[in-house]
């Protein structure tokens, strides 16, 4: 029935948005939510706890927490870009690696994030068929390394290590150690292979002449 195409075709087109526009909501809700818990807290320092005029416009002021988040991080990316601000992050570092328990997280959190967004980082930089959860079975992979330390000397040369997100939520997932000659590299970009998975399938990326020149490689 045209009705019903009319229907799922306009939904198609508002949908993408629609969510999009509820995620930034969200976001700037929850840095206003931190960035008003910050201010409760000047407020509770000031003396006699009395509010300030100017806390009272700071908290009017919507998105003002995105704002001054974006701004804390430029500044702090542009200090500790000097000898002077690296100082003070290995104190800092030296701080949180000497409190019991708080330093594992840390710790953890740090090692991910340096992997993750260095410059140099070479973790989901590649998408990869590999089989799983059984031979047969193919699924989408993004290569995130290769083993190192204990497991790599268990495991000998040739492997890599891969992340395998689940649907629709890829935020959550498995994370494998494969031989190298188990796993096939794509020649699409890691954002189409997130898209392919977030869909379940239904948006697959296209192939191009130049992606088959690649695949017959």
Do not use: C
């Not at 029935?1 to 969510?19: D, E, H, N, Q, S």
């Amino acid at each position: 029935m045209p009705f019903r195409k009319y229907l799922l075709t306009g939904l198609l087109v508002w949908l993408p948005l629609a969510i999009t526009v509820w995620v930034m909501l969200w976001l700037v809700g929850l840095l206003d939510g931190i960035f008003g818990g910050l201010l409760s807290g000047l407020e509770a320092l000031l003396p006699g706890n009395g509010t300030s005029p100017m806390i009272v416009r700071l908290r009017a002021i919507p998105g003002l927490g995105v704002i001054l988040v974006f701004v804390t991080l430029l500044v702090t990316g542009a200090l500790v870009s000097n000898v002077a601000g690296r100082w003070w992050v290995r104190q800092w570092d030296r701080l949180f690696a000497n409190i019991p328990f708080i330093k594992s997280i840390y710790n953890s959190v740090k090692k991910v994030s340096n992997t993750l967004f260095s410059s140099d980082a070479k973790a989901f930089r590649t998408a990869m068929l590999i089989q799983y959860p059984r031979a047969g079975v193919w699924t989408i992979a993004f290569q995130t390394g290769e083993p190192k330390g204990e497991a790599a000397l268990h495991l000998g040369p040739d492997f890599v290590s891969v992340y395998v997100p689940t649907t629709p939520n890829p935020t959550s997932g498995f994370f494998l150690m494969l031989p190298r000659a188990d796993v096939i590299e794509l020649a699409m970009s890691v954002d189409e292979a997130l898209t392919y998975v977030i869909s379940m399938g239904a948006v697959a990326p296209g192939i191009g002449p130049e992606r088959i020149e690649i695949q017959n490689q």
